[in-house]
């Protein structure tokens, strides 16, 4: 089979690349292993419950926003969205709670009853931070590239926002660490919970500027989409169908295949197939498997093999809970990021520590009559799942401790559940792996590592000069992210005229 483009993959980022080159003319064929599309974002299906596998928190659906730009482009209706609101509650220790949504006034007068110790500090960062935020966002709207593009270039695009461009100047390489001089330890844990779940690391780990565009889009106003965000990867996957494109499952990819000068020319399928890439080939795995699996490792540069080494990603466990519909009512909101700690002597670890709890809305219950369909969320050290076990029992045993303890916690930190929840089921790290192949089942994007905001080169880019990779391991901040870097990358390889 011969085609220009040749995607792997059909996560969020695939699929929006491959929607995008069809409606674009561009003669694409899409490869994914399931027999389903969606990867992460899809739905996990149980006695008649559809469950997501995330927070059920999507950002950037506003009109002009990354979402609306691509479907504005394609054939298909985009998914039905609506606002949540609040966008989710922040429930701590101590059971005081901060509902983070789009009303400034309410959201700062929480603050105030949350946080007397240090009330005046917290309003005014996050002023600050959701003022560097907006201003980042607005000037992504215009150009999508904005991050990898040279510093004469953003110097330039940053100056002409006035005041609020020279601070995002001035915060650099900041962590938002050096952004808390002063704040209580109470007030921190209430920020790093959130960047954890937003940005995959702690106020010492994640940027000063990524988490000004994580935390504002809470702010902002986040959204719901009705099916999940299975009902968008659906989307594209028809999309691309219906502008000619192929998207062909149950189809993984062996490797990519060589010519004799050593030029990748296509891909081998695990069938024994070999399809041709005139134009591009598009990994859409993570940077582990792209190298590890497609280019290969003899064939990986020894800088990008020690770079990989150094890269690491969480674990997810998830439960799958049916909650009674009454009882999803009474709730003061849908979404509950709950800190189970204060962890006050130590460097923030989201592990046993933290859950979130996302509630399918009323308007689209994904579940039997009178129920709602629930996924809890906590953090788990990937690796363990993998190194540890002599045999099935033992890992058998992990689940089953990991679920108790994950249960207890939940009622703990949310007490109004009572007797009107149950376990459908959980998902570990190496059911991640199964339905995903992710490396370790690591998933959410990579624990940031301090590198730079402004990397000043194309995130899409490859060892290879045909070979280019979009996924959550090149792009970070969760669907948004990944869609406006499948954008930057169809825009490179077939222009909008
Ligand atoms: C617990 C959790 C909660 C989240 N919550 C949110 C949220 O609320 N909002 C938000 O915006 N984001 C959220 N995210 C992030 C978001 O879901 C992911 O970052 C995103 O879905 C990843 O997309 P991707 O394009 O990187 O591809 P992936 O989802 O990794 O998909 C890659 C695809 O490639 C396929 N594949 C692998 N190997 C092969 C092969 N050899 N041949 C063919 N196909 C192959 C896989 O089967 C898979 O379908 C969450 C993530 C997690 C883990």
Not at 56 to 70: K, N, Q, T
Not at 78 to 97: F, G, K, N, T, W
Request: charged share 20%.
């Amino acid at each position: 089979m011969d085609c220009e483009v040749v995607v792997v993959g059909g996560g969020i980022g695939g699929l929006t690349v491959a929607a995008l080159l069809a409606q674009r003319g561009v003669n694409v064929c899409l490869f994914e292993r399931q027999a389903e599309v969606g990867g992460c974002a899809a739905n996990f299906e149980k006695f008649g419950y559809s469950f997501e596998q995330s927070y059920g928190l999507y950002s950037s659906w506003e009109p002009d926003e990354i979402h609306r730009r691509i479907f504005a482009e394609l054939p298909v209706e985009p998914p039905e969205i609506h606002a949540l609101d609040p966008s989710y509650v922040v429930r701590l220790p101590d059971q005081c709670q901060v509902a983070v949504g789009k009303s400034a006034e309410q959201f700062e007068q929480s603050l105030r009853e949350v946080f007397p110790e240090c009330a005046a500090q917290a309003i005014e960062f996050y002023r600050e931070l959701d003022l560097a935020g907006t201003t980042l966002r607005q000037l992504l709207q215009q150009n999508p590239e904005l991050l990898s593009s040279s510093k004469t270039n953003r110097t330039y695009r940053l100056l002409g926002k006035g005041k609020a461009g020279v601070k995002i100047l001035a915060a650099g390489s900041d962590t938002v660490a050096a952004h808390l001089n002063g704040l209580s330890f109470r007030f921190r844990r209430f920020v790093d919970a959130q960047l954890q779940i937003l940005a995959q690391g702690n106020s010492t780990q994640v940027l000063y500027l990524q988490a000004a565009i994580a935390l504002s889009e809470a702010h902002r106003g986040m959204f719901s989409i009705r099916g999940g965000s299975a009902a968008l990867a659906a989307r594209l996957a028809d999309s691309t169908r219906t502008s000619g494109g192929s998207v062909r499952l149950n189809a993984p990819v062996l490797r990519l295949a060589y010519n004799s000068a050593g030029n990748a020319v296509g891909v081998d399928m695990l069938s024994g197939e070999r399809v041709t890439a005139s134009r591009a080939i598009v990994s859409n795995l993570t940077l582990w498997d792209t190298y590890g699996k497609l280019v290969g490792l003899n064939r990986t540069p020894t800088d990008i093999r020690k770079a990989l080494q150094t890269l690491r990603g969480w674990g997810a466990y998830l439960m799958f809970l049916s909650l009674e519909d009454e009882a999803a009512d009474a709730l003061a909101g849908e979404r509950f990021l709950a800190l189970t700690d204060w962890q006050a002597d130590r460097e923030y670890d989201p592990q046993g520590q933290q859950l979130f709890f996302n509630a399918a809305p009323g308007w689209d219950k994904r579940a039997p009559a009178g129920k709602r369909a629930v996924t809890v969320h906590a953090f788990t050290e990937a690796d363990a799942w993998f190194t540890f076990h002599s045999n099935e029992e033992e890992l058998e045993a992990r689940d089953q401790q990991m679920l108790e303890a994950c249960w207890q916690r939940l009622h703990k930190m949310m007490p109004e559940l009572g007797a009107s929840v149950e376990v459908i089921d959980s998902f570990n790290p190496r059911g991640y792996y199964e339905s995903t192949r992710r490396k370790l089942g690591m998933v959410g994007g990579l624990v940031p590592t301090r590198t730079q905001f402004w990397p000043g080169q194309a995130a899409y880019l490859t060892s290879l000069p045909n070979l280019f990779n979009v996924s959550d391991t090149t792009s970070a901040g969760g669907l948004e992210a990944v869609s406006r870097a499948a954008l930057v990358l169809a825009d490179k390889l077939a222009p909008c005229l």
